[in-house]
C-alpha cells in the first residue's frame, strides 16, 4: 500500500512563490513515477508536472518556466516549487503515484494509481 501525504499550500499574492512537499511510503515500484495535478472550482482535474525515478520531467505548457518538479528519495519526496504564482493557479492540488508510466501519459491522471489528500493553494490579485 502507498500512501502519500502532501503539505505546503497556502495563500499568496499573485507574483508569489510557493513550495509543496509530497512525502511518500510504502511500495517504491508502485511510486516509480510521481505527479502533481490540480483541480480548481468547476473545472477537471489537470496534470500539472511529473518526474519519474529515471530522472524525467514533465511539465505542463502554462506553467513552464514557473514550476519546478524534483524530488529526494533519500526522503522518499517530491517538490513542486511554484513561482510567479497567478490567480489561475488557484486549485487544490494533489501528489499521485504510479508505475514506470510511458512519457507521453505522464500527466494523465488515470494512470496514476494512488493519490495524496490534496493541498490548497490559493493565489489572489
Known amino acids: 500500500q502507498v500512501q502519500l501525504v502532501e503539505s505546503g499550500g497556502g495563500s499568496v499574492q499573485t507574483g508569489g512563490s510557493l513550495r509543496l512537499s509530497c512525502v511518500g511510503s510504502?511500495?517504491?515500484?508502485?511510486?516509480?513515477?510521481m505527479g502533481w495535478f490540480r483541480q480548481a472550482p468547476g473545472k477537471e482535474r489537470e496534470g500539472v508536472a511529473t518526474i519519474c525515478n529515471d530522472g524525467t520531467t514533465r511539465v505542463r505548457d502554462s506553467v513552464k518556466g514557473r514550476f519546478t518538479v524534483s524530488q529526494d528519495n533519500a526522503k522518499n519526496t517530491q517538490f513542486l516549487q511554484m513561482n510567479s504564482l497567478k490567480p489561475e493557479d488557484t486549485a487544490i492540488y494533489y501528489c499521485?503515484?504510479?508505475?514506470?508510466?510511458?512519457?507521453?501519459?505522464?500527466?494523465?491522471?488515470?494512470?496514476?494509481?494512488?493519490w495524496g489528500q490534496g493541498t490548497k493553494v490559493t493565489v489572489t490579485s
Open positions: 499521485a503515484a504510479g508505475p514506470d508510466i510511458p512519457w507521453w501519459s505522464r500527466l494523465l491522471g488515470k494512470f496514476y494509481k494512488y
Open positions: 510504502g511500495s517504491a515500484n508502485s511510486r516509480y513515477c
